[in-house]
Each structure stands twice: as C-alpha cells, then as structure tokens.
C-alpha cells in the first residue's frame, strides 16, 4: 500500500494531454514515470508492466492528475455507458452490506471508445473517509479492466474467439440458473450463438433488437425445465433489464427496480462467477447481463491469465 500523495508527487511540467468530452486533462513525465512504477511493483502488474509501459510510451494508456469534481464527473458519465457503473451500490443490494471507502475511489480509469485510448485518472486529493493512501493493486486492477475492454473492441470476432471458453462457460451457467436447463451438449452452440448476437449486435451498438433477442433466447426453451409461461416471464424480465441497462439515465431508479423486482437476475452473475471462475470479482455484476466483454473484464479482476496477458501483449 504506497501512499497516492507520495506516489504521485507534485506534478512538474503539467501539459494537457488529452482532451476527454470536452474537458482537457493534465498530465506529465514524472507522473507517466511514477504510473510505471505502480505498476511494476504491483502483484499482478508484474506479470504485465512491460506491456503497461509500452502502451503508456505509446499513448494509448494517459495517466491524468484529476481532483474530486474531475473523477466524479466522468464516474457518472461512465456508469451510464457501456463501462464502469454501480460498483458498490449493487453490491449493496445483493449482500445487505454498505458502500465503504475503497482506493479505487482515488484512481478511475476509463476506455475511450472514440479515441481507442484508455485515460487514467489519479488524484492526489485524500477524503476524511479514506486513510490518504491508495494501493498500487487498484490501479492495476482498473487498468487491466479497461485493457479487456479495449481488446475486445479493437477486435471483436478475434475476441469472442479467444475467450470462447470462458464466456460459455460462464453464460451457460448463468441461464442454467434463471432458465432451469437440463444438461445437454447441444446446449453450449446455442450459448455460444447468443454470447455472440449480445456481443456484436447489442453490446457493440448499444441497442437491442428486441424480437430477434427474444428468439435467440427462446431457442434454450426445449432444455428448460420450467413452464412455456414461467419461460417467457424470465425471458421478458431479462429483456426489460438488458434495455434499461444500454438505455439508463437515473441510476436511483435502475437501483430501486433491480431491488423490488428483478434482483433474482442479478444474483446469479455472483453464482456464475463463482462457478465458472472460483471467486467474484470486486467490482459487482449487472452488465454482464448485455455486455459479454464485462465477464472477461470480470475474469480480469479475478486474475490475470496467460490469455488475459496475451490480449494485452497484442494492442497497439
């Protein structure tokens, strides 16, 4: 655990180095130089730091200073696009406990669809709730996330590809558990033929077509143990969730929705995770209702594979 304000120091030659919606960020040398250095002696940014270097020497990862007003501002811009979100507050709502103080409330990093970089916002300004440090595992930790996110756009097929495995395995159990399959090897096709339609036609384009969703979806039904009526309902609640979820804009009132009714689709992303990949990651579930490239950020957070360092190793 390194102290932030000592990490990253006073900024000397501050210049703008991005310009992220409007707002210019700054950043500088000595903080590219100390980014480099968290991440070298972070557990599992040793596995990847020279990767990070490369991808900070090139541009593509932008270490910026950001006050408090700064990294709220682009969390909530974030949370109500296809990254980032309500880390915490629904963890709150499935395990009953409160939002705490955590350091990844003091670094926030973010990809950039427009400008294919991932920006990473530090800030050397500590809350009374926060005991002035800032460890170097969470800015690893929110770097490799945005990373995942970035190899997946920059090259979708290749991507769905690669961790093809890993997201069957993980949606297979995911509607095993709200659709009630019963084991059948034609099953993992037809996952694989929905994680695809959610990545490339829902996910990429932030909509989904709704009638041809719900079809994908009814081809599990011949497998599921329940009811053609009980089917359907599961299927429209999924629905109604994954478009709120592209379509959010007051987050109080997605919170208050999941929690009346639609909170025994959100528990099972906990369960396939613990299934698929033996722990649940910190950053809570609900966009991997939709976004197939969340559970490989997910998979990130938990470790960092040899195909996850792959995936870095090959981004430009």
């Known amino acids: 655990m390194t102290k932030i304000n000592e990490l990253f120091a006073l900024p000397i030659g501050l210049k703008e180095v991005v310009n992220a919606g409007g707002i210019p960020l700054y950043g500088s040398q000595t903080l590219n130089d100390k980014f480099i250095q968290s991440v070298k002696i972070s557990r599992r940014g040793k596995l990847i730091s020279s990767?990070?270097?490369?991808?900070?020497?090139?541009?593509?990862?932008?270490?910026?200073?950001?006050?408090?007003?700064?990294?709220?501002?682009?969390?909530?811009?974030?949370?109500?696009?296809?990254?980032?979100?309500?880390?915490?507050?629904?963890?709150?709502?499935?395990?009953?406990?409160?939002?705490?103080?955590?350091?990844?409330?003091?670094?926030?990093?973010?990809?950039?669809?427009?400008?294919?970089?991932?920006?990473?916002?530090?800030?050397?300004?500590?809350?009374?709730?926060?005991?002035?440090?800032?460890?170097?595992?969470?800015?690893?930790?929110?770097?490799?996330?945005?990373?995942?996110?970035?190899?997946?756009?920059?090259n979708p097929n290749k991507f769905l590809s690669f961790f093809r495995d890993e997201l069957v395995l993980f949606y297979k159990t995911y509607f095993t558990e709200i659709l009630k399959l019963k084991e059948d090897k034609k099953i993992d096709e037809i996952i694989e033929s929905i994680v695809r339609f959610l990545f490339l036609k829902c996910e990429m384009n932030s909509s989904i077509p709704l009638t041809a969703l719900f079809n994908k979806l009814k081809e599990l039904q011949p497998y599921s143990s329940l009811s053609k009526e009980e089917f359907k309902k599961v299927i429209?609640?999924?629905?109604?969730?994954?478009?709120?979820?592209?379509?959010?804009?007051?987050?109080?009132?997605?919170?208050?929705?999941?929690?009346?009714?639609?909170?025994?689709?959100?528990?099972?992303?906990?369960?396939?995770?613990?299934?698929?990949f033996g722990r649940i990651p910190s950053k809570g579930c609900h966009q991997e209702l939709v976004y197939p490239s969340e559970v490989i950020c997910g998979y990130s957070d938990i470790k960092v594979t040899p195909k996850i360092k792959t995936s870095i190793q090959s981004l430009i």
């Open 236 to 276: 429209y609640d999924y629905i109604k969730v994954t478009r709120y979820i592209i379509t959010v804009i007051d987050m109080s009132k997605f919170i208050a929705l999941v929690k009346k009714d639609y909170k025994y689709l959100i528990v099972p992303l906990y369960i396939s995770y613990k299934l698929s």
């Open 51 to 154: 990767e990070i270097e490369r991808l900070v020497n090139n541009k593509t990862i932008i270490p910026c200073f950001a006050d408090s007003n700064i990294l709220t501002y682009f969390r909530r811009k974030v949370s109500k696009s296809r990254t980032g979100g309500l880390f915490r507050i629904l963890r709150y709502i499935v395990a009953g406990k409160e939002p705490i103080a955590h350091p990844l409330d003091h670094v926030f990093a973010f990809y950039d669809f427009e400008n294919n970089k991932i920006i990473v916002l530090i800030s050397n300004h500590v809350t009374e709730n926060f005991s002035s440090t800032a460890s170097d595992e969470a800015i690893t930790l929110s770097l490799t996330h945005e990373l995942m996110h970035m190899y997946a756009h920059q």
